[in-house]
Antibody, heavy 123, light 109 residues
Framework: QMQLQESGPGLVTPSETLSLTCTVS??????????WTWIRQPPGKGLEWIGY???????DYNPSLKSRVTMSVDTSKNQFSLNLSSVTAADTAVYYCASQIGYSYSWGPFDSWGQGTLVTVSS | QAVVTQEPSLTVSPGGTVTLTCGSSTGAVTSGHYPYWFQQKPGQAPRTLIH???NKQSWTPARFSGSLLGGKAALTLSGAQPADEADYYC?????????FGGGTKVTVL
């Protein structure tokens, strides 16, 4: 069973960049099966899809966040990362990394999730 | 960006049946939206119940089923149990971007 673990600062200053890393264990980030995904959840609110990155570096982002989001993969460390720039209090949320299975013409489950990490944007 | 709508809350009696729905502001939900259903309990990460409209995971109880119903994606819970009390989210694909519904809080009472 693959395991994912988020890491990064729990407090970010407004207007700065939020940076999180997800470390994958029990599986390879090189796997062509998975789309490495970030999802967030503001306290007491619903889920929001941020985007995903494929091992090739190909990405898709939420259009509402696209201008501020950058994702990357580090195959040497079996990690993928999220950068969200120009943050405001509205970006305060629990951030989850997850692995979404993708097939040639369909999609499979999100079969592994990190435990989530709370990032607070405040001065 | 599309808006995905769910009932904010539903209540079901133990042993009863409830259907949650997931609609799209762009029109009818189809299999091409690859509908997902997630269950989330307090303090936990979501877990996939259904993917691609009706496909269950190995951990999905048999009492949950997914379908398309009246232009929406639907999650039916038949024989509700207290353990099913949770928030349920749907997720739809819009050609490379994905959008979550606002979630449905299911109470078993």
């Amino acid at each position: 069973q693959m395991q994912l673990q988020e890491s990064g600062p729990g407090l970010v200053t407004p207007s700065e960049t939020l940076s999180l890393t997800c470390t994958v264990s029990g599986g390879s980030i090189y796997s062509g099966t998975y789309f490495w995904t970030w999802i967030r959840q503001p306290p007491g609110k619903g889920l929001e899809w941020i985007g995903y990155i494929y091992y090739t570096g190909s990405t898709d982002y939420n259009p509402s966040l696209k201008s501020r989001v950058t994702m990357s993969v580090d195959t040497s460390k079996n990690q993928f990362s999220l950068n969200l720039s120009s943050v405001t209090a509205a970006d305060t949320a629990v951030y989850y990394c997850a692995s979404q299975i993708g097939y040639s013409y369909s999609w499979g489950p999100f079969d592994s999730w990190g435990q989530g990490t709370l990032v607070t944007v405040s001065s | 960006q599309a808006v995905v709508t769910q009932e904010p809350s539903l209540t079901v009696s133990p042993g009863g049946t409830v259907t949650l729905t997931c609609g799209s502001s762009t029109g009818a939900v189809t299999s091409g939206h690859y509908p997902y259903w997630f269950q989330q309990k307090p303090g936990q990460a979501p877990r996939t119940l259904i993917h691609d409209t009706s496909n269950k995971q190995s951990w999905t109880p048999a009492r949950f089923s997914g379908s398309l119903l009246g232009g929406k994606a639907a999650l039916t819970l038949s024989g509700a149990q207290p353990a099913d009390e949770a928030d349920y989210y749907c997720l739809l694909s819009y050609g490379g971007a994905w959008v979550f519904g606002g979630g449905t809080k299911v109470t078993v009472l």
